[in-house]
């Protein structure tokens, strides 16, 4: 089991069939981590100019963030499931 935080872990042990929102929005923010990870990758890459990626590519990566954090926002607030 892997816990950013202790409070996931009690999550994960106390698991209750209302709280599957939240299970969802806890994994919306670890793609969150992983896109940063992968900006900071791709940061180095235009640092040394070893760029393949086109600007197209780079526009719609642009939106990624905006529509997952849109996507945590409805989740905390509407509690859909």
């Known amino acids: 089991m892997f816990c950013v935080r202790p409070g996931h872990c009690f ?3 106390q698991y209750d ?3 599957g929102w939240l299970h969802t929005k806890i994994f919306l923010a670890l793609l969150l981590s992983g896109y940063h ?8 890459r235009f640092a040394a100019d070893a760029n393949t990626r ?8 642009n939106g990624v963030p905006m529509a997952l954090i849109i996507a945590v926002i409805i989740l905390a607030a ?3 499931f």
């Open 78 to 80: 509407v509690k859909p």
């Open 37 to 44: 990870g992968f900006l900071s990758a791709s940061r180095k």
């Open 11 to 13: 999550i994960y042990l």
């Open 17 to 19: 069939p209302g709280v």
């Open 54 to 61: 086109t600007a197209t590519f780079w526009r719609v990566m």
